[in-house]
């Protein structure tokens, strides 16, 4: 199982970036998709969620920035964010959890600064 992020980088306060997800190698039913993300010194937290029906969960401070979108024929999903802050700079990593099995990527580096 392999879930490919990609789409990080360094970014001014007020910018956007979107960043993408590929799996590969799953080959039985993902209950949901989606990111987490983990700052220096901090816990990794829920940034949004999405299951393949597009029903989207997003943590409350978020919700009117970031988009989280899903494409099963590709078999990625995607995260827009825009009016990117500095607090939101952290490693990004891909979910997806199938059959009580969770999956992670490899983290994508988001920094956001003037």
């Known amino acids: 199982v392999q879930l490919v992020e990609s789409g990080g980088g360094s970014v001014q306060p007020g910018g956007s970036l979107r960043l993408s997800c590929r799996r590969s190698?799953?080959?039985?039913?993902?209950?949901?998709m989606g990111w987490y993300r983990q700052a220096p010194g901090k816990q990794r937290e829920q940034v949004a969620l999405?299951?393949?029906?597009?029903?989207?969960n997003y943590a409350d401070s978020l919700k009117d920035r970031f988009t989280i979108t899903i494409d099963n024929a590709k078999n990625t999903v995607y995260l827009q964010m825009d009016s990117l802050m500095s607090e939101d700079s952290a490693v990004y990593y891909c979910?997806?959890?199938?059959?009580?099995?969770?999956?992670w990527g490899q983290g994508t580096q988001v920094t956001v600064s003037s």
């Open positions: 999405i299951t393949p029906s597009g029903i989207a």
């Open positions: 190698g799953l080959d039985f039913s993902v209950n949901v």
């Open positions: 979910y997806a959890r199938a059959d009580l099995l969770n999956f």
